[in-house]
């Protein structure tokens, strides 16, 4: 069986980055995002921001194996914007990220392999200029458990490390808890073993 991996790559804050080639300007900026909910008001906000620009295009790629992505040519050739900057953020080998790039028309077509060249090189650029961070992909639980359970509970998450959350204590008791994928196994064998203890994926 493949070992499970819980660590993978994004940026630690924005960036950017710029191409040209003939007078056209190709802008670049990548950004730290947890999930597509945050993409549309991003690219929004640069729209508004660089509303004279021909096109904004965009790209990105979430979660720990990447599994979530998304790229817009957005009037752009098909092919020739959003994924070759989604093949940059791939070749960086990063997740958690979303990259728009503002294009600035010079007056003179660049054709398709000029448009895979410059927003790929644009996007390189930003991502370049951007610090790498390693995140640790986890799975959140709810615990519920009795009042005369709470010692071997709180054991098993001083044991692992892991966050407590949302702690309710009384005559029954619940948190909540991220757990590292690769300790998933462990942490659902151990408090099943504690009587009075139910977990469950939240």
């Known amino acids: 069986m493949a070992e499970i991996t819980d660590r993978y790559k994004s940026i630690a ?14 802008i670049a900026f990548a950004y730290p ?36 992505f998304r790229s817009s040519d957005d009037g752009e050739p098909s092919g020739s914007a959003g994924r070759p900057i989604l093949g940059q953020i791939d070749s960086a080998g990063l997740s958690d990220v979303l990259v728009v790039v503002v ?27 951007a610090t790498i961070v390693e995140k640790t992909a986890r799975k959140p639980f709810r615990v519920e458990f009795g009042y005369l359970s709470m010692n071997p509970v709180m ?28 300790e998933v196994d462990a942490f659902e064998s151990r408090m099943e073993n504690i009587e009075d203890c139910k977990i469950q994926i939240i």
């Open 103 to 129: 294009r600035y028309f010079g007056g003179i077509k660049l054709g398709i392999p000029g448009l895979i060249r410059a927003y790929k090189s644009s996007t390189a650029d930003a991502l370049a200029a």
């Open 13 to 26: 804050a924005p960036s950017e980055g710029l191409f040209k080639d003939n007078g056209s300007r190709f």
């Open 33 to 68: 995002i947890d999930s597509a909910d945050e993409v549309k008001p991003l690219v929004d906000a640069l729209k508004k921001e660089y509303h004279d620009a021909r096109h904004h295009c965009f790209a990105y790629r979430l979660g720990p194996t990447g599994e979530t």
């Open 155 to 182: 054991k098993v998450l001083k044991d692992m490390g892991l966050p407590q959350e949302g702690t309710s204590f009384g005559e029954s008791c619940s948190l909540t808890t991220r757990v590292p994928l690769s």
